[in-house]
């Protein structure tokens, strides 16, 4: 099973060989203001899951709340942002804008998270799980998703 995206103009292709750990939509202020947009949703998945296709995508370091920063890996030419990695795991694990997916329907929210700040007109899915901040991942991702992140390896 592989899921393909891109950019907008189709310079960078890319294919997820593997179903993400977990989805997030993140409602942080940081994630609305470099979306332009209410919320973020991610797809994390290992960094080796995610096979570039066609084009070379530019790295942009960029601030973020937790002041360690993030790289955000843009297409070169449209400049829409793709995936990034966080400071956390560094490159080991790709948080891959959803919205880039030519399907992006079949990764919905797993969880929601920093909802304190969400825009007061989304409404939440009552059937998932929401978090005003982060959450701890042993009490919410399924054992196989915490095995991966255990896994994980340069």
């Known amino acids: 099973m592989t899921f393909d995206g891109g950019c907008t103009c189709g310079e960078v292709r890319y294919r997820l060989d593997r179903l993400p750990i977990v989805v997030h939509c993140c409602h942080c202020r940081w994630c609305q203001r470099e979306t332009g947009t209410a919320f973020a949703l991610n797809a994390m998945i290992e960094t080796g899951n995610v096979k570039l296709l066609n084009g070379q995508p530019e790295v942009e370091d960029t601030p973020s709340n937790s002041g360690q920063g993030q790289k955000i890996v843009r297409?070169?030419?449209?400049?829409?942002?793709?995936?990034?990695?966080?400071?956390?795991?560094?490159?080991?694990?790709?948080?891959?804008?959803?919205?880039?997916?030519?399907?992006?329907?079949?990764?919905?929210?797993?969880?929601?998270?920093?909802?304190?700040?969400?825009?007061?007109?989304?409404?939440?899915?009552?059937?998932?799980?929401?978090?005003?901040?982060?959450?701890?991942?042993?009490?919410?991702?399924?054992k196989e998703s915490l095995e991966r992140l255990l896994n994980l390896t340069a």
């Open 75 to 142: 297409c070169p030419t449209c400049h829409v942002a793709i995936w990034s990695h966080y400071a956390g795991a560094g490159d080991l694990l790709s948080f891959v804008r959803v919205g880039t997916l030519d399907n992006p329907d079949v990764f919905p929210p797993d969880i929601h998270i920093f909802t304190a700040s969400k825009q007061p007109w989304v409404i939440l899915p009552p059937d998932k799980p929401a978090f005003e901040e982060y959450y701890r991942r042993s009490e919410q991702l399924p």
